[in-house]
């Protein structure tokens, strides 16, 4: 018989969104911080790269993930 099956998606860099990179990812209670300052350019020269600077001044940082949420695959970087 016919039917409908769900998959989730489990590989954070292949997820369509922001919310499924964060759950394949195993991360809850995300929020905004003013002590982490990021650096981009006014303008790209090149469209399809964006140079990056991201700080963190969170004691105990050990690493960064970066999620963009408008790109068709959100997450960019983890370091």
Not at 11 to 17: A, K
Not at 25 to 47: C, H, W
Not at 52 to 57: C, E, L, R
Request: zero cysteines.
């Amino acid at each position: 018989m016919p039917g409908i099956a769900l998959a989730e998606e489990s590989d954070p860099y292949q997820s369509t969104s922001a919310d499924a990179v964060l759950k394949a990812l195993d991360i809850v209670g995300a929020k905004a911080s003013d002590r982490i300052t990021i650096s981009v350019p006014m303008i790209a020269e090149n469209g399809a790269s964006m140079p990056v600077a991201i700080d963190s001044m969170i004691a105990g940082t050990t690493e960064i993930i970066t999620v963009i949420s408008r790109n068709p695959k959100p997450l960019a970087a983890s370091n």
